[in-house]
């Protein structure tokens, strides 16, 4: 059986939507500078997206087992060099090929529209036809395993447009689905947390995210432990609005509802911030600990397993401050924060205002992001624009 692909198609716009964020109703963050329609709200949270939220658990489910396949015997000639020197590997594209193909499959009714953060172009150059060979069988290979795609058997063509699915800018109208196929990629080389992160956006807004986490432990990692014994890990956390965030075993079916931490004294809380001092600043994250009178090291752990980590309470703060002149990608952050969100907590900026997914690919920010419970967000959001200030008076 063949697939369609087609890389750019958003919906016809259904409703006129006005500065628009995350639909949370009882969970959601507004600063006084943001208002938002409550009838949009309600609309939103009455939908239903149970075909939407099958089909993204079933794709990166299957994309997760690509990545544990690859990750146990990865090789140095899987692993590439991007323009911005960030490293890709077989896995990022296989994972993206697979999400894409797996959609459009469950469904075949929808018009697709796809960002996400790999493209094909390095895989149509001179010497990349072994790699792309390879790509190719890890996807037939996860697609026969799992039963359902028995008469699919993809051609390297049309691995190449499955990728190439993802070149959709998105925006405030229609349908896209937002993906990262391997977030946290350096995490994924040392055998640490990386994450598959799907989330689906309409008319602008995060409606809906999966995040699989391979090697994020069951069990909680509070103490600050990212590992577990064999067996004891694999992580799938999801949320639709207005219904909650779950999580199971990669390997189960059987969900647990889940809340983020509900700690309201600082020196009680404990923060994750990203493993790579070259995605966040150490130096500002620890600045506001001190002020905030956290007692805790912070946690440092790659991808969005922090997202997923934080909606279940292992956690009670996430400061990510990138160096200037990085833009943040809306595909880094969208699945993570509507599951941090449908769990009771608060996603921002440092200003505190909401994330706005609905400008396209990148999110326009002030200065970072910042995680935390309702209660601990007007101090945290004190100590973060205090410590800000500091900074830039000793520049």
Not at 69 to 93: F, G, H, M, N
């Amino acid at each position: 059986m063949s697939i369609n692909f087609v890389s750019i198609i958003a919906k016809p716009k259904i409703t006129t939507t006005t500065n628009l964020f995350l639909v949370s109703s009882p969970l959601l963050f507004l600063s006084n500078k943001t208002k938002t329609k409550p009838s949009i709200l309600t609309a939103f949270s009455s939908m239903s997206y149970d075909k939407e939220l099958s089909a993204a658990k079933k794709a990166a489910s299957l994309a997760a087992r690509l990545c544990q396949k690859v990750q146990k015997a990865i090789l140095q000639s899987d692993v590439q060099s991007k323009s911005d020197k960030s490293p890709v590997t077989v896995a990022d594209y296989g994972s993206q090929a697979l999400v894409s193909y797996v959609l459009q499959r469950e469904l075949p009714s929808e018009l697709f529209s796809l960002v996400a953060e790999e493209d094909s172009e390095d895989l149509r150059k001179d010497g990349a036809q072994e790699t792309l060979e390879r790509i190719t069988k890890l996807v037939n290979d996860i697609l026969a395993s799992d039963g359902s795609y028995s008469d699919s058997t993809l051609s390297t063509d049309d691995v190449v447009k499955a990728i190439d699915c993802g070149k959709s800018e998105g925006g405030s109208r229609g349908r896209h689905w937002v993906l990262d196929p391997i977030d946290g990629t350096k995490g994924f080389l040392r055998g640490d947390q990386y994450a598959i992160a799907l989330a689906l956006l309409d008319e602008g807004t995060v409606v809906l995210g999966v995040l699989a986490c391979p090697n994020l432990p069951l069990t909680s990692i509070a103490g600050g432990s990212q590992h577990s014994l064999p067996g004891e890990v694999g992580c799938l956390f999801f949320s639709v609005v207005g219904g909650g965030t779950y999580v199971h075993s990669l390997d189960s079916s059987s969900a647990v509802k889940v809340q983020v931490s509900s700690i309201d004294n600082p020196e009680e809380a404990s923060f994750f911030e990203s493993y790579e001092a070259a995605h966040s600043m150490h130096d500002l994250s620890s600045s506001i600990a001190k002020k905030l009178g956290v007692k805790a090291p912070p946690v440092r752990i790659d991808s969005q397993a922090k997202y997923g980590a934080l909606s279940r309470g292992d956690g009670v703060i996430y400061l990510r401050f990138p160096h200037k002149g990085y833009r943040e990608k809306i595909w880094d952050h969208a699945a993570g924060y509507i599951v941090v969100a449908e769990a009771g907590g608060v996603v921002t900026d440092a200003a505190g205002n909401p994330l706005d997914f609905s400008k396209g690919r990148y999110l326009d920010l002030d200065t970072g992001i910042i995680v935390t419970n309702q209660k601990l967000m007007p101090s945290l959001l004190k100590a973060v624009r205090e410590s800000i200030e500091e900074k830039v008076s000793s520049l």
